[in-house]
């Protein structure tokens, strides 16, 4: 039996278990590797919201990926809520030292309840330290605009924010769809673009509020498959199919937002109505 596959998830905690780091190992298990992972904040969250959130000193951050990459190591990293330029500038520079290869950043500004998860002085880090290491970087469309500096409301807008973006050091951008105005009646669709050309991938709408924690499941799971060996677009359809069966298995847990499943029916049961 060769080495394990492994994938490095760094992002914040997530209490009530839908999204975070609890989902990155998750999805990362579910595509059949071994997740490694260092916290960068901690949260007070349910279904409903965030209700309160405590940023991970940046020398516990640093302390945790020395421990993980100076001894199991890493094939693909993942990088979540990073709350704090700090928190963007150890993890860069830790990327940097170890060299890592197949680096995913999903650029967690806002919560689903829309407690903002990243101050304003840590996204101009993120694009200043994160975007020039990301081989893959995973905005939805608010993301996606406030780093593009511009509004998208149509394909043709996602497609011009993936040019900008790339053209801020990115290798290739996914754009994901799920926010777009007027898609509910045809589907979802994301934008790749890897500075050559655009590729559409399309689903159709599974109609669910309860679809906590899609972004974290959706790039753990691009980090497993780049990190398997897998090209770009290869790995985006193996995420969005899984991302896609954990919505339509997706629970309903709480007042608010259920999480999305990934184990189906053969984890995971829900109750039988009677």
Request: aromatic share 6%.
């Amino acid at each position: 039996m060769g080495k394990p596959i492994r994938v490095l998830c760094i992002g914040g905690s997530d209490s009530g278990g839908g999204a975070g780091i609890g989902a990155d190992l998750k999805a990362v298990h579910a595509c059949g590797a071994y997740a490694v992972f260092a916290v960068t904040a901690v949260t007070a969250q349910n279904s409903r919201g965030v209700q309160s959130v405590f940023p991970v000193p940046p020398k516990w951050i640093a302390a945790q990926l020395d421990s993980v990459l100076g001894d199991i190591g890493a094939d693909a990293v993942k990088t979540g809520m990073l709350m704090t330029p700090e928190a963007v500038k150890t993890t860069a520079a830790k990327i940097r030292q170890y060299r890592l290869k197949n680096v995913v950043v999903d650029p967690v500004m806002t919560a689903k309840g829309g407690r903002m998860l990243m101050t304003n002085q840590a996204r101009q880090a993120l694009v200043d330290e994160m975007l020039p290491l990301a081989d893959v970087l995973t905005p939805n469309i608010p993301e996606a605009e406030f780093l593009a500096r511009m509004k998208i409301c149509s394909v043709e807008g996602m497609k011009s924010a993936a040019a900008v973006l790339w053209d801020l050091g990115v290798k290739n951008v996914v754009v994901k769809g799920g926010h777009l105005p007027g898609r509910r009646p045809s589907g979802s669709v994301d934008i790749v673009y890897d500075g050559r050309r655009y590729d559409v991938f399309t689903a159709k709408w599974l109609r669910t509020k309860n679809t906590h924690g899609t972004g974290c499941t959706f790039a753990s799971a691009l980090a497993s498959h780049l990190a398997r060996g897998c090209g770009i677009h290869e790995a985006v359809q193996q995420a969005k199919e899984l991302t896609a069966r954990a919505i339509q298995h997706s629970l309903s847990l709480g007042r608010g937002h259920g999480p999305v499943n990934l184990w189906g029916d053969f984890g995971v049961k829900k109750e039988k109505k009677s």
